[in-house]
């Protein structure tokens, strides 16, 4: 099994900042992509940011800028620094990993996710 866990959010004012956290664990042989999705009420969940192995990361539009995605490797987590918080940015936000698991047959890539951590930004 793979576990995805998030950790930081919480209850921020306009103009502050969050760092968000994600740790996966289980039996690992590698992770790919990661990435910080997130979902308001009433809305679809969309791409905020996503990074490779390599480092090379794409941002949601609506982040540019603003977020920061990165990478620790070793300790197989990604992190999301979020700066300048609107209200607009509240929702929660779900970490996802494309990660190859072995198995019976040598390995195989699955795709994850954790269970999300709600950030609400009060105005």
């Known amino acids: 099994q793979v576990q995805l866990e998030e950790s930081g959010g919480g209850l921020v004012q306009a103009g502050g900042s969050l760092r968000l956290s994600c740790t996966a664990s289980?039996?690992?042989?590698?992770?790919?992509?990661m990435a910080w999705y997130r979902q308001a009420p009433g809305k679809q969940r969309q791409l905020v940011a996503r990074?490779?192995?390599?480092?090379?990361?794409n941002y949601g539009d609506s982040v540019k800028g603003q977020f920061t995605i990165s990478r620790d490797n070793a300790n197989q987590m990604v992190y999301l620094q979020m700066n300048s918080l609107k209200p607009e940015d509240e929702a929660v936000y779900y970490c996802?990993?494309?990660?190859?698991?072995?198995?019976?047959?040598?390995?195989?890539?699955?795709?994850?996710w954790g269970q999300g951590t709600q950030v609400t930004v009060s105005s």
């Open positions: 996802n990993a494309d990660v190859l698991r072995p198995n019976t047959e040598g390995a195989s890539w699955n795709n994850y």
């Open positions: 289980g039996t690992i042989a590698a992770i790919n992509n």
């Open positions: 990074i490779t192995h390599s480092g090379t990361t």
